[in-house]
């Protein structure tokens, strides 16, 4: 059974750091592109980072582009997100997600398994 | 603000047909494709790469699109069907991937 358990969520001030972590099971991570997307409270999708299978393309959302990183592991089965510079707009449920495939495709995003989501509070 | 624009709200009566559209520049060049989400869930593929369903969504869900227009069908609407429904295909630049502004669906 493929599980994507996200953490690292949290309430941070304006202006600080934090790093999520979704944990993979129930497939072979490295095979797969994987992707995050974020929800405001009762607002819409936003897609916010890309990752294919070996770290070798890798996209982001102009909203965050320089402040947040994605990043993977293979070896540990792990997705990251590094985000700095966090803004009050930034305030949302953040889901990880897994591609149809290895690699980013020049289309639309195929999410075929999500996490639950970690939910992330910017606010001083 | 999202290049993907649906209609906020749709309502169909239990077994009818219900469209779900998402218009957008972008769509004359890269197609959409279409995600579910029910209150308190995570969002969940039911249509990629124009024709395709992934295992488990039932074939009353089909997609269809012309020029600047994706579409999603419902045939047959079920009260499990209400829900959110979402577009995703790529920015007017082609360099982003971007969600459309959702459509609540309404089964009555």
């Known amino acids: 059974e493929v599980q994507l358990v996200e953490s690292g969520g949290g309430l941070v001030q304006p202006g600080r750091s934090l790093r999520l972590s979704c944990a993979a099971s129930?497939?072979?991570?490295?095979?797969?592109?994987m992707h995050w997307v974020r929800q405001a409270p009762g607002k819409g999708l936003e897609w916010v980072s890309s990752?294919?299978?070996?770290?070798?393309?890798?996209a982001y959302a102009d909203s965050v582009k320089g402040r947040f990183t994605i990043s993977r592991d293979n070896a540990k089965n792990s997705l990251y997100l590094q985000m700095n510079s966090l803004r009050p707009e930034d305030k949302a449920l953040y889901y990880c997600?897994?591609?149809?495939?290895?690699?980013?495709?020049?289309?639309?995003?195929?999410?075929?398994?999500w996490g639950q989501g970690t939910l992330v509070t910017v606010s001083s | 603000s999202s290049e993907l624009t649906q209609d906020p709200a749709v309502s169909v009566a239990l077994g009818q047909t219900v469209k779900i559209t998402c218009q957008g520049d972008?769509?004359?060049?890269?197609?959409a494709n279409w995600y579910q989400q029910k209150p308190g869930q995570a969002p969940v593929l039911v249509l990629y790469?124009?024709?395709n369903r992934p295992s488990g969504i039932p074939d009353r869900f089909s997609g269809s699109s012309s020029g600047n227009t994706a579409s999603l069908t419902i045939t047959g609407a079920q009260a499990e069907d209400e829900a959110d429904y979402y577009c995703?295909?790529?920015?007017?630049?082609?360099?982003?991937?971007?969600f459309g502004t959702g459509t609540k669906v309404t089964v009555l």
């Open positions: 997600a897994k591609d149809i495939g290895p690699n980013l495709v020049p289309t639309a995003l195929a999410l075929d398994y």
């Open positions: 129930g497939f072979t991570f490295d095979d797969y592109a």
């Open positions: 990752i294919n299978w070996n770290s070798y393309t890798i």
């Open positions: 972008s769509l004359r060049s890269y197609y």
């Open positions: 790469g124009k024709i």
């Open positions: 995703n295909s790529r920015d007017s630049s082609g360099k982003h991937y971007v």
